[in-house]
């Protein structure tokens, strides 16, 4: 089973977080969960809300979820972006990528 800590404070009315997650972004982030659960777990996915600092936070975000939780059939995914070689993006993927490898071995492989 997969375990979402679902927590609203990236969106991007949240007065704290100012990442600017936007609804699509959250169902997006959905899509990308369920996909994964149907692939590694026979779906099994449970959601725990915690929160975030604005309401139209809260309701968005817990219906882009429920959205992309009832898709049927579930939406395939989109191809994944391409992240520039140097970017600092591409230096904390390779991170990630080099602690969670030995458990999945094709992780990072393009």
């Known amino acids: 089973m997969i375990l979402v800590s679902c927590g609203f404070d990236a969106h991007h009315d949240d007065p704290l977080a100012s ?5 699509d972004g ?16 026979s779906s099994r996915v449970l959601f ?3 929160g ?5 936070s809260l ?3 817990t219906q882009s979820v429920l959205q ?3 898709e049927t059939p579930p939406r395939p995914l989109p191809a994944a972006p391409q992240v520039a070689a140097g970017s600092r993006l591409r230096a ?3 991170r ?3 602690v969670h490898r030995d458990h999945f071995r094709d992780l990072g492989v393009n």
């Open 19 to 23: 990442m600017e997650v936007s609804a």
């Open 26 to 41: 959250f169902l997006a982030m959905t899509r990308i969960v369920r996909a994964l659960a149907d692939d590694l777990c």
């Open 48 to 50: 725990v809300l915690e």
């Open 52 to 56: 975030g600092y604005a309401a139209s």
């Open 59 to 61: 309701r968005e975000g």
């Open 68 to 70: 992309g939780m009832l």
């Open 92 to 94: 904390i993927l390779d």
């Open 96 to 98: 990630v990528i080099a």
